[in-house]
């Protein structure tokens, strides 16, 4: 389940079924979207399934995400050819025994097709959708929201970039032996990333260095949130660092997507972290809290950093 970061309302059909792709971050196909609101129409979480998803297994996911929302109602959107409506419906018929279920329906290409049980609209028979033309849209794109055309875009944000990766490790393998890393150190490339600036290669073998001692990950960790110019940050770095030292920048960039809302982009930086520490207590905290279905904002008041007397350790 995915977490809206900001409170969104929602007042028409194309309104909302313009905002879903900017709330996911990519367009969907071939697949259901499920979106939870709240009485007063505020979306306070989502989901994207497959299309083949078993409506079973949907059902098990959203009444987890019930337990830690205050869901009044779900919108259930599909993606994909007209002779998925069924499929679509069936989703919905199994939700309606847990939750009201408003609107139901699905896109295909350029037409949107009504599938709410009783409906007599003019989408019943499918009405002409471009989802780019929307108003509300074209107001995301001016506050600089963005829909990467498919959900492998999303996930390519957190893949490794080999040419990339060879810059910096040229520059770590510059870095002098018995250097001993500081928190002065951290706080000036944060500085420079505040601004914007995307880190040199040496830099970025600098941050990669830094972040290996537990002490300065967790200065990190505890200064890390929801702003976009940390997910740029940790994001570049993910991408960009040796597989060897990618643990500490892809677990900040899972904690960062995580605190946006972005549970699909969190997941796959935490994948990426765990292909080196499987032990990263980043990781623990946020793989279980989107498994549980917690909003970030009810798991930060309570978490507790680490022991940052540590030293000398990877993280």
Known sequence: ????????????????????????????????????????????????????????????????????????????????????????????????????????????????????????????????????????????????????????GLLALAEPDPAAQAGVAAAIARIPVGDHPTRAELDALLEQAMLDRRLT????????????????????????SHQMWQRNLWLDLTRRVPDAYVSAPAALAAWCAWMRGETTLALAAARRAATVNLNNPMLRIIVASIRANIPADQVVPVWRLPDASRSGRPA
């Open 201 to 224: 290669d040496d830099e970025a073998a600098r941050m990669a260095w830094l972040l290996q001692q537990v002490p300065l990950r967790d200065a990190a960790w505890h200064v890390t």
């Open 1 to 152: 389940m995915h977490n809206a970061t900001r409170p969104l309302r929602l007042r028409s059909r194309e309104d909302f079924l313009g905002m879903l792709p900017y709330l996911l971050q990519y367009h969907p196909s071939d697949s259901v979207v499920i979106v939870h609101l709240t009485a007063s129409g505020r979306v306070v979480t989502y989901a994207d399934v497959a299309l083949d998803t078993p409506p079973a297994v949907v059902a098990d996911s959203v009444q987890q995400a019930l337990a830690h929302t205050r869901t009044a109602t779900v919108m259930i959107i599909g993606y994909g050819p007209v002779t998925a409506a069924n499929d679509v419906a069936a989703i919905a018929e199994v939700l309606d025994r847990y939750v009201l279920v408003g609107a139901v329906g699905i896109v295909c290409g350029d037409a949107f097709y009504c599938l709410t049980a009783g409906c007599r609209c003019d989408a019943v028979t499918g009405v002409p959708f471009a989802p780019r033309s929307t108003a509300i849209a074209a107001a995301a794109t001016v506050r600089g929201d963005v829909a990467l055309p498919s959900r492998a």
